[in-house]
């Protein structure tokens, strides 16, 4: 069924890059190109084709890796997203780390404390949280902690000092980790000092869901048999909630956070566009600025398979779950 969804994805993106009002060999070859010019781009790219003729010549290009040529960088859109990708996967997984952590500890005070003043304040910060739009709490974090307080860089994935003293390492593109293992502590530090302020935008969509699942998956739980016995045999409250309860709740929790961090990658369009941090996202925005065909449907078929993939993986991390077999 996946590949029903992608082939669907790149019919519906295909046939709307075509229907837009621009020549794209006129983009591919400028401006001032000349007529006789921009018919022989026209043909290079297939363009003189009927367009069911260029489907499929794109699909088969598709199916053998090859995504097409940058209008724009003159560059394989594969190798501009494989360049790009590790940014963008490091901003998120930090984000989504410290969005899982606090959302779990958020939805497990929230149930203990139910109906409390601290019950009331998880769910108010976590629809809060849920409703911020990501580029307005972008912005003001820099307005704080940058104009304000002046404690965390403003934009980039490292300052200029950093990039003209040392050499970044591009071991697997993760610059936190591959600072770690070559042991360049500076720019670990530096790095790691970047990356805050763009993930708390792409952690507080994350953070309410997470808290809210948590809840009111454990509400249900704690009514169980299993709880009431462990209760009754002395075992400590805090271990029946943290051990037992929690363990047999986060199947919900897990699904979610898979389709979350697909939606995450989405949601750092603008976020990249304002940290200015060198990833996907800010690469998507170029590209749709510039009308680069290539580059929006790679894109686009980079994110529904990511979709897929991250769904496919919550299934078979729930299929886990013996009470699921059962």
Do not use: C
């Amino acid at each position: 069924m996946g590949v029903i969804v992608l082939l669907g994805v790149i019919i519906i993106t295909f046939a709307m890059t075509r229907a837009m009002p621009v020549d794209p060999a006129l983009l591919y070859v400028g401006t001032r190109a000349t007529e006789e010019q921009i018919d022989m781009v026209r043909a290079k790219l297939g363009l003189d084709q009927p367009m069911h003729v260029q489907f499929v010549a794109y699909l088969t290009n598709v199916f053998k890796g090859d995504l097409g040529v940058s209008f724009i960088t003159k560059r394989p859109v594969i190798t501009e997203l494989a360049e790009k990708i590790p940014a963008t996967m490091e901003l998120v997984l930090f984000g989504m780390v410290f969005a899982v952590i606090v959302g779990i500890f958020l939805g497990i005070s929230s149930a203990k404390y139910k109906n409390r003043l601290a019950d009331h304040f998880v769910r108010i910060l976590s629809i809060g949280a849920v409703s911020l739009p990501a580029f307005w709490l972008a912005l003001a974090l820099q307005l704080i902690f940058y104009g304000e307080l002046d404690v965390l860089p403003l934009q980039g994935r490292v300052s200029t000092h950093t990039a003209l003293l040392y050499q970044l390492p591009n071991i697997t593109g993760f610059l936190l980790f591959d600072s770690l293992i070559t042991g360049n502590f500076a720019i670990f530090k530096d790095a790691l000092r970047h990356i805050i302020l763009p993930s708390i935008p792409i952690a507080m969509y994350p953070i309410g869901m997470v808290a809210r699942l948590t809840r009111s998956s454990l509400l249900e739980i704690m009514n169980e048999d299993y709880i009431t016995a462990a209760r009754s045999y002395g075992i400590k409250e805090r271990f029946v909630l943290w051990v037992y309860a929690l363990k047999n709740s986060m199947g919900t929790t897990v699904t979610v956070v898979a389709v979350i961090i697909g939606y995450a990658l989405v949601n750092t369009f603008l976020v990249e566009s304002i940290f200015s941090w060198p990833g996907i996202g800010r690469y998507a925005a170029s590209s749709i600025m510039s009308l680069d065909y290539p580059s929006i449907i790679g894109i686009t078929l980079f994110s529904a398979a990511t979709y897929l993939v991250l769904n496919l993986v919550a299934d078979l991390i729930i299929a886990l779950d013996p009470r699921i077999r059962i």
